[in-house]
Each structure stands twice: as C-alpha cells, then as structure tokens.
C-alpha cells in the first residue's frame, strides 16, 4: 500500500498570509503514460464532510477559490493556500488514487487562525 | 445538485450487524462506482470500500474484509454498507462517496455509527 506522510500535523497562519502543506507518498504516484499524478486534496471544516478541493495535484474542482493551488510531481506534493481566509480553517487531507485499492489518505493536516 | 444521503446509523453490539444505506440523487446514479470512507472519533479519513457502477467488482479494506459487504441497487439509486461482526474500532461517521476517474469528488454528511455493548 502507498503511505502518504503530511507535514506538518498542524499550522496557524494570520489572516491574510499564506498556509502550505506537504504531503509525501511512499511512491511515486506519477503514471508515465499519460504524465498525471495520481494525487488530490480534500478540505474538511469542522463539523462537515471532506470536499474535493484539487485533482491530477494541481487541476482545482469547480467553484474552489483560486487562492488554492497544488504543485508537486512523483512523491513530492505541496497544497498552497494564498491570503488565508476566516473559511479557509479546516483540516486538509492529500490521497493517492494512482495504487488502488485501497485509495490511501494522509493523516490530515490542521490548519488555524494565528 | 449531487445529493448523498446516508442513514441506518446507530448503536450496534459487537458481534451484531447493521445496514448503512446512502440515498444518491442529482446524478446517474448507475454510471459511477461508489465508495464507503469511515472517521474514527477525531481522527482522519479511511476508505473502506468501492463498488463500480454495475456491481461488477467490490473492493475492501483489510480492515473490514471478511465482514463488511458494499452493494448496490440501480433501481433505487442506493448504496448499502451492510456491517457484520463490527468491532469497537468500527466506531466512527461513514460517509459515502461518489466516484469520478477514481477520485472522490462529492460526500454525503455522514451517519455515526457506535459499536459499544
């Protein structure tokens, strides 16, 4: 199974700056026939579900702010948030979906308000 | 608008069984896999299980293989999660998933499910 490590568990950023999350899988999720990484983020507020923030690491889901960007390739990912926002709390998970199954998540990483 | 309703939560004994149905609306519901993904108590995301669209093929965690069955009726846009034998580290809100190209791309808010005697 692919290991997705997230760094660091948790972060406070002012209101304005800007919050960034890694995430390392055990392998590389990157399929050399088409040139994709098999690598999403979700966000989960308290209280909800997770929603699909990005996919393919850097292509973002209808209706995500473009404040979110993800950039990476092979194991290496990173989940960007520019001039963080009040909403933006939450807890953020990367996965692989290039191994599967089992789809594999990271531990999550807790993003707060300085 | 995709909607994931899922119900049938609940206390259940160990040792005992219960039925987790997911309600889909907004979509064909028969032309996308489905996926089972669990949240322990203030923990992070596990995936449980997958069905593709037609039933054809289910997929588990070894965590739950052997006990739990993912099933589908296309007729009435349902998804099933049926939990036999479930542990106290089964406790936790499951959602359901809709799939698109392997990824997760709309949840349902989850029901919680409590396996305590």
């Known amino acids: 199974d692919i290991v997705m490590t997230q760094s660091p568990d948790s972060l406070a950023v002012s209101l304005g700056e800007r919050a960034t999350i890694n995430c390392k899988s055990s392998q590389s999720v990157l399929y050399s026939s088409n040139n994709r990484n098999y690598l999403a983020w979700y966000q989960q507020r308290p209280g909800q579900p997770p929603k699909l923030l990005i996919y393919?690491?850097?292509t973002r889901e209808s209706g995500v702010p473009d404040r979110f960007s993800g950039s990476g390739s092979g194991t290496d990912f990173t989940l960007t948030i520019n001039s963080l926002q009040a909403e933006d709390v939450a807890v953020y998970y990367c996965q692989q979906y290039y191994n599967t199954p089992p789809w594999t998540f990271g531990q999550g990483t807790k993003v707060e308000i300085k | 608008q995709v909607q994931l309703v899922e119900s049938g939560g609940g206390v259940v004994q160990p040792g005992g069984s219960l039925r987790l149905s997911c309600a889909a609306s907004g979509f064909t519901f028969s032309s996308y896999g489905m996926h089972w993904v669990r949240q322990a108590p203030g923990k992070g995301l596990e995936w449980v299980a997958f069905?593709?669209?037609?039933?054809?093929?289910?997929y588990y965690a070894d965590s739950v293989k052997g006990r739990f069955t993912i099933s589908r009726d296309n007729s009435k846009n349902t998804l099933y999660l049926q939990m036999n034998s479930p542990r106290a580290e089964d406790t936790a809100v499951y959602y359901c998933?809709?799939?698109?190209?392997?990824?997760?791309?709309?949840w349902g808010q989850g029901t919680l499910v409590t396996v305590s005697s």
């Open positions: 393919w690491a850097s």
């Open positions: 998933a809709k799939d698109l190209a392997l990824i997760m791309d709309y």
């Open positions: 069905i593709r669209y037609d039933g054809s093929n289910k």
